[in-house]
């Protein structure tokens, strides 16, 4: 067998040693250099952390919590670390799919953790670095109190989390990875401190209860504040102190007599109270980042969006955004949404209100400290309990409530008098089915019809699609959305047979989108742009009905239902459709001639 061997260079740091063994290629990078204290003397027995596809670090109270051996090494007495070689390639495949991943997935970042400091370097900065050197930042601190009302709180059990930026992020699909935890107990008179802190954006959650929907393991954060750290410096904060508690009780409402039972039963200690200020901007961010995905999809070249091998995708997306004028207007559009992503995270530390979070206590009653004049809304989520208390599992969400409410301006910054919400009664939620079953009837549904939209062309008036329209004719469902890598790599099967059934009267083919009802237009636009000429609809999201009963819990998922309304396919590929689809005419057919 011949092998062939060779090493790049890249910026004097990364070697990449290619194998070539019969006609196959697998890549291998080292990854070598120095640490240096903030002086600028050589840190040694120094800790390097590599993050990556395969494992994704823990810095608790400033060293490595799950430690990997391959990938958390020492430095020598000069500061030199050298990583052994790792191919990335097939960590890669993991988490390929959609579009925007392909886009945003580094292959690692680097750690560096000594008694004199911290620092953190994406695969990018440090690729470009030819020194080969990460220099170390100081530690920060902070020093905070921690009041309810007017009194201190003593005893608070206190997180401190720092947060990736989206250049830093190793698993695509974790948008709020954290790499970074530090905790504190507030004394006898509200006071905690913080050591050993990354510089950079760090927020602080207090502990408020051990949610048994969750086990005992699991924890439910009131979300405290936001803070700037900077390198060597102690910053100070002062937590609560500010606006009025508010209190209320949950009740179940009658429709619980008939709800299903639970063992053990369910108590309100399994119901988890969110509160809601109206200022809250992340909303609108993620709504501007959906926009900004569905303008990109309508964008692309047909080759790249449809194109099933990850590799070529990403390759031929990285062509189209460097040298075409439609490339480069979107990644203008992306660099000032990611100006207002760095921009959230102050923005949110300057907010009036952070949201809150509690736990019902048995009797349903609840106190949440701190909430300044204004508009909030009270969400509550009742969870069936867990079988065990000493495993964290999933569990159903059985019941829930939404509550607006106003706290009106009063004398002064902080007082104790509560503002009481009263009896607020809980509705039971229908447990979500599992998918729908061949020889089931299909339940009928109306959904908000998409309509196609064209350049220049203004929306048209408002119509619903309903399953019952259909009746006497065969209808393929496809549930899919537009951030779901799996459902454009079949779109090209959904084209061909599209192609073979369009002057079929008697078999309809219907695309559910989970969007949101904000982005009907934009997907009008998109299914044009795309050439997805069949019937379209819009769910509207998870909990919609039509997506809860046809059971309905990952996308893309086709369903085919006969013209007497049964289901005759559930779940099938394209391919069994079409399967089924030609020995249907073949049946018909023989029927006409009969």
């Known amino acids: 067998m011949r092998m062939v061997q060779w090493t790049v260079v890249l910026g004097g740091v990364v070697s990449a040693t290619l194998l070539m063994c019969g006609g196959l290629c697998a890549e291998e990078t080292v990854i070598s250099g120095t640490i240096l204290q903030p002086d600028g003397t050589p840190a040694s027995q120094a800790t390097v952390v590599l993050a990556n596809l395969d494992y994704s ?5 400033g060293a490595v919590e799950r430690e990997n051996s391959s990938y958390v090494i020492t430095t020598n007495d000069e500061g030199y670390f050298e990583f052994p070689a790792i191919d990335f390639a097939p960590m890669r495949k993991q988490f390929t ?85 530090g905790s504190a107990v507030s004394d006898a008179n509200g006071n905690f401190v913080f050591e050993k802190l990354p510089p950079g954006e760090i927020h602080i959650v207090k502990y408020t209860a051990s949610a048994r929907m969750y086990g005992e393991s699991g924890i439910v954060y009131d979300h405290c504040a936001g803070l700037i750290v900077a390198p060597g410096e102690t910053a100070h904060i002062a937590i609560g102190g500010k606006g009025r508690p508010v209190t209320g009780k949950l009740a179940s409402s009658a429709s619980f007599a008939s709800a299903p ?84 995270p102050e923005s949110r530390i300057g907010m009036k209100q952070m949201p809150k979070t509690c736990v019902a206590e048995e009797d349903g009653s609840f106190i949440v400290y701190d909430l300044e004049p204004g508009q909030w809304t009270l969400e509550a989520i009742l969870h069936s309990p ?18 607006k409410f106003t706290i009106d301006e009063f004398p002064g910054t902080v007082t104790d008098e ?25 339940p009928d549904f109306e959904i908000l019809r998409l309509e196609p939209v064209s350049d220049g062309n203004a929306s048209k008036p408002v119509k619903t699609l309903q399953l019952s329209d259909y009746r006497g004719k065969y209808v393929v469902l496809n549930f899919w959305a537009t951030w779901c890598g799996p459902c454009w790599e079949k779109l090209p099967e959904l084209k061909a047979f599209h192609k073979k059934i369009a002057d079929d009267e008697g078999i309809v083919l219907i695309g559910i989108s989970l969007e949101e009802p904000d982005y009907a237009e934009m997907l009008g636009g998109l299914i044009v742009k795309r050439e997805m000429h069949w019937t379209h609809g819009l ?6 009905n039509v997506v809860r009963d046809y059971g309905v819990s990952a996308v893309p998922a086709l369903i085919v239902i006969d ?32």
């Open 563 to 594: 013209p007497e309304g049964q289901v005759v396919l559930a779940n099938p590929s394209v391919a069994e459709i079409e399967e089924f689809y030609h020995a249907e005419r073949r049946m018909r057919k023989c029927r006409m001639i009969l």
């Open 97 to 181: 799919g959609s579009l925007r991943n392909d886009l945003h997935t580094p292959d690692y970042i680097i750690m560096g953790l000594h008694d004199s400091g911290f620092k953190r370097v994406t695969q990018k900065a440090w690729e470009d670095n030819s020194e080969q050197t990460l220099m170390l930042d100081a530690w920060g601190r902070i020093e905070g109190t921690i009041r309810q009302g007017t009194a201190p709180e003593p005893g608070a059990r206190l997180f401190c989390l720092l947060t990736a930026s989206k250049d830093e992020l190793i698993r695509p699909r974790d948008a709020n990875a954290v790499w970074f935890k």
């Open 539 to 544: 769910a509207g999201g998870w909990e919609a």
């Open 57 to 61: 670090p823990m810095i608790w109270n």
């Open 261 to 344: 039972s639970w063992s053990p039963p369910w108590t309100w200690k399994d119901c988890q109270i969110r509160l809601i200020p109206s200022d809250e901007p992340q909303t609108l961010v993620k709504s501007e980042t959906a926009r900004l995905q569905i303008s990109l999809l309508a964008s692309l070249p047909h080759e790249i969006v449809e194109e099933a091998d990850s590799e070529k995708r990403k390759e031929w997306l990285g062509v189209w955004l460097a040298e075409t004028d439609e490339g480069r207007q979107y990644q203008a559009a992306e660099t000032a949404l990611a100006k207002r992503r760095e921009e959230f």
């Open 386 to 403: 867990t079988p065990n208390s000493n495993v964290r599992v999933a569990t159903q969400k059985i019941g829930g409530l939404t509550r």
């Open 418 to 442: 509560p503002l009481d919400l009263g009896e607020l009664i809980v509705e039971p939620i229908i447990p979500r089915k599992s998918m729908i079953r061949t020889g089931a009837t299909a």
